[in-house]
Nanobody, 125 residues
């Protein structure tokens, strides 16, 4: 049903910026909270940011506050992750996710129902 496709990853120097995009299809996008996770080599998957279906509420993990911003354009069925001031420790595969519940994005016992395939972000030092 729901399909998510990430784009915008790549190689960037420390201090640089990237904007990731997540294209949503299959259902009414405004009914779904959306978010981004990341997974670095040898590390567990980590929650990064989330946004409510309407775009009215966001949550950002402490490690990226002030640098990363999530937004959405429901008319375009797209969610964005603007990443500024990138650091080498931001290097990871970034995954877009969607669920009808915003709560699951920060849950330690459950995960969003739908996931994209991921896009690689590499920050060189």
């Amino acid at each position: 049903q729901v399909q998510l496709v990430e784009s915008g990853g790549g190689l960037v120097q420390a201090g640089g910026s990237l904007r990731l995009s997540c294209a949503f299809s299959g259902r009414t996008v405004s009914n779904y909270a959306m978010g981004w996770f990341r997974q670095a080599p040898g590390k567990e998957r980590e929650f990064v940011v989330s946004i409510s279906g309407s775009g009215g509420s966001t949550y950002t993990t402490d490690s990226v506050k002030g640098r990363f911003t999530i937004s959405r354009d429901n008319a375009k069925n797209t969610v964005y992750l603007q990443m500024n001031g990138l650091k080498p420790e931001d290097t990871a595969v970034y995954y877009c996710a969607a669920d009808t519940s915003l709560i699951v994005f920060r849950s330690r016992r459950s995960a969003p129902a739908y996931w994209g395939q991921g896009t690689q972000v590499t920050v060189s030092s």
